[in-house]
């Protein structure tokens, strides 16, 4: 799979292999939270057959090589607009940042050379023969080495930052095309398209260590940020494939559109987009069980795709029709699966978990009419809040919400605030005293806090016997009811006592009177009613016996 010298003629042979068009749809999502597709918001003119987009370190700026000419032309990454252009070569396929983001590199496959740019002023440094037909390109994590395949030498150029200058050769598989370096800088991955192979090169000994064998056509490649997958597009049989870096085995392989030639992975690493080159269409991949969950029409003949750091933003190079797609990438909406625990006091205080899915960056989580947690902290998968209090007891949604929308109100998110109880237990003693003419029986009121909560206040009342005279030091009497008011606080399991006596004369012998007390209020709210009630029953008989049940 040569590269063609010729602009209208570049990829020809290639497609040629292609499948048909693949039919557009949108998968079922998974169990898990699947990313929201990204959507076309404009189209960019740019220099004639674009093949690379390289965005800078921080994301501000973009170059878009042109493979006809040796414009360059730069992006606003923020707005998507044309901010300017420069000549480089005579052609390009590829760019590349170093990390400093002050220099990048860009492959000319007519010169056989590789340019060197200064970023701040566009401007070529210095040009560096290479490999014939130079075409990939990537800078390693500390900035020293540049790799640079050449398809047409079959080989990988090392090329020393400090001299910009070639310092090993290295040979691999035929036609290599996509060039990947590990985080730890320690090995270079190449897609050898015509081998079919991915070639892994040992950057200590600059030697081929490993040849493993993936799809026809292999041609771009992405790697994961923490360095453990490798995913290829391989053009000639319509699939992306994932190889684990660790073992240097292939673990899945995905069905794509036709003819794909690059794959690039979001920031975050949960999905991936495979650009097919035949049927101008961009594969959304969910990384996490290899389905493609949606297929976006996009330009003619897309390429190279670069996402920005944040992941709202891509630009795609759509080769044949001379422009940059550029894609609006939505932020997932947060899922709550989870509440834990459950409840806790309406007085607030709870320190809740909130399991879900993409709750990174979470702006509030609120619990209902409560209002919001003052203080939170999320990961991707759970957040840690502080319940509110809440002006009464129930149950309340849990609703995290991020940058990408507010999660939806699911029953697993239900949070239930439990209302103050305190239960009061209301006994009355009775002591009766005869005599020759007259008598009485004392009461004591008896009020015990059972809990769990304190008492801050309550209220004991008696009706007392009609016709019989009543006192009391600690309570009130009006219109024949004694009233007790208990001013809190009274923990749990503290007491206190009221009193009143009723008086028994000569002319009440023989009657039996009942005095009940009864809790008629209380806060908090009392939540057992049997113990609320205390009666006593007395009788007065001759020579003023009083007796008491």
Same mark, same amino acid.
Request: proline share 6%.
């Given at each position: 799979?040569?590269?063609?010298?010729?602009?209208?003629?570049?990829? /020809?042979?290639?497609?040629? /292999?292609?499948?048909?068009?693949?039919?557009?749809?949108?998968?079922?999502? !998974?169990?898990?939270?699947?990313?929201?597709?990204?959507?076309?918001?404009?189209?960019?003119?740019?220099?004639?057959?674009?093949?690379?987009?390289? $965005?800078?370190?921080?994301?501000?700026?973009?170059?878009? &090589?042109?493979?006809?000419?040796?414009?360059?032309?730069? $992006?606003?990454?923020? /707005?998507?607009?044309?901010?300017?252009?420069?000549?480089?070569?005579?052609?390009?396929?590829?760019? !590349?940042?170093?990390?400093?983001?002050?220099?990048?590199? $860009?492959?000319?496959?007519?010169?056989?050379?590789?340019?060197? $740019?200064?970023?701040?002023?566009? /401007?070529?440094?210095?040009?560096v023969p290479v490999g014939a037909?130079?075409?990939?390109?990537?800078?390693?994590?500390?900035? !020293?080495?540049?790799?640079?395949?050449?398809?047409?030498?079959?080989?990988?150029?090392?090329?020393?930052?400090?001299?910009? &200058?070639?310092?090993?050769?290295?040979?691999?598989?035929?036609?290599?095309?996509?060039?990947?370096?590990?985080?730890?800088?320690?090995?270079?991955?190449?897609?050898?398209?015509?081998?079919?192979?991915?070639?892994?090169?040992?950057?200590a000994s600059n030697t081929v260590s490993a040849s493993v064998p993936i799809g026809h056509g292999v041609f771009g490649l992405a790697l994961s940020s923490d360095g453990t997958r490798l995913w290829t597009a391989n053009g000639g049989d319509d699939t992306v494939s994932v190889l684990d870096t660790t073992g240097n085995t292939v673990v899945g392989t995905v069905s794509v559109g036709a003819n794909p030639f690059s794959v690039a992975l979001s920031p975050d690493g949960k999905s991936a987009y495979a650009s097919n080159y035949t049927d101008g269409t961009l594969s959304v991949i969910a990384t996490a069980d290899r389905t493609v969950t949606a297929t976006v029409p996009v330009g003619t003949n897309p390429y190279a795709l670069a996402v920005t750091p944040d992941g709202r933003r891509g630009y795609l190079a759509d080769f044949a029709s001379g422009a940059v797609t550029v894609l609006g990438f939505p932020l997932p909406v947060p899922v709550v699966t989870a509440v834990t625990p459950a409840s806790g006091p309406q007085a607030g205080g709870t320190t809740v978990t909130v399991t879900g899915t993409d709750l990174a960056g979470a702006t509030a989580v609120s619990f209902g009419a409560a209002g919001n947690a003052a203080t939170f902290s999320c990961t991707e998968t759970s957040c840690t809040a502080k319940a509110p209090a809440a002006s009464a007891g129930g149950a309340v949604d849990v609703r995290v919400t991020t940058p990408g929308g507010t999660s939806a109100v699911v029953p697993a998110g239900r949070f239930t605030y439990i209302a103050p109880t305190a239960d009061l237990a209301v006994t009355l003693g009775a002591n009766p005293v005869g005599g020759l003419l007259?008598?009485?029986?004392?009461?004591?009121?008896?009020?015990?806090?059972?809990?769990?909560?304190?008492?801050?206040?309550?209220?004991?009342?008696?009706?007392?016997?009609?016709?019989?005279?009543?006192?009391?030091?600690?309570?009130?009497?009006?219109?024949?009811?004694?009233?007790?008011?208990?001013?809190?606080?009274?923990?749990?399991?503290?007491?206190?006592?009221?009193?009143?006596?009723?008086?028994?004369?000569?002319?009440?012998?023989?009657? &039996?009177?009942?005095?009940?007390? !009864?809790? &008629?209020?209380?806060?908090?709210t009392d939540p057992v009613a049997t113990n609320d009630r205390a009666s006593r029953t007395c009788t007065a008989t001759l020579a003023l016996l009083i007796s008491c049940s």
């Open positions: 799979m040569r590269i063609s010298r010729s602009p209208s003629r570049v990829w /020809t042979a290639v497609v040629a /292999t292609g499948a048909a068009t693949a039919a557009l749809l949108v998968q079922p999502g !998974a169990a898990w939270a699947v990313a929201p597709a990204p959507v076309v918001t404009s189209t960019v003119t740019v220099a004639p057959y674009p093949a690379g987009v390289a $965005l800078a370190p921080d994301g501000s700026r973009a170059y878009v &090589t042109s493979q006809s000419s040796g414009t360059v032309t730069v $992006l606003d990454a923020a /707005t998507g607009a044309v901010s300017g252009a420069f000549t480089a070569g005579s052609g390009s396929y590829a760019a !590349a940042w170093a990390p400093d983001g002050q220099h990048a590199y $860009l492959t000319h496959h007519l010169d056989n050379a590789v340019s060197v $740019l200064d970023t701040a002023s566009n /401007t070529v440094t210095a040009t037909e130079p075409f990939g390109v990537a800078v390693a994590p500390d900035g !020293a080495h540049v790799y640079v395949s050449g398809a047409g030498a079959n080989t990988v150029s090392v090329l020393d930052t400090a001299s910009n &200058t070639v310092t090993a050769t290295v040979p691999v598989g035929a036609e290599p095309h996509g060039v990947a370096v590990s985080p730890d800088g320690a090995h270079v991955y190449v897609a050898a398209s015509a081998a079919q192979t991915v070639d892994v090169i040992d950057t007259s008598g009485r029986v004392d009461y004591t009121l008896t009020v015990t806090n059972q809990g769990p909560e304190t008492v801050t206040s309550a209220t004991v009342t008696a009706d007392l016997p009609s016709g019989l005279t009543s006192s009391s030091t600690d309570c009130t009497i009006a219109a024949g009811k004694l009233t007790c008011a208990i001013a809190g606080p009274l923990a749990k399991g503290a007491s206190v006592t009221r009193h009143v006596t009723v008086y028994v004369g000569l002319l009440n012998l023989g009657r &039996t009177f009942t005095v009940t007390a !009864a809790r &008629t209020a209380s806060a908090p």
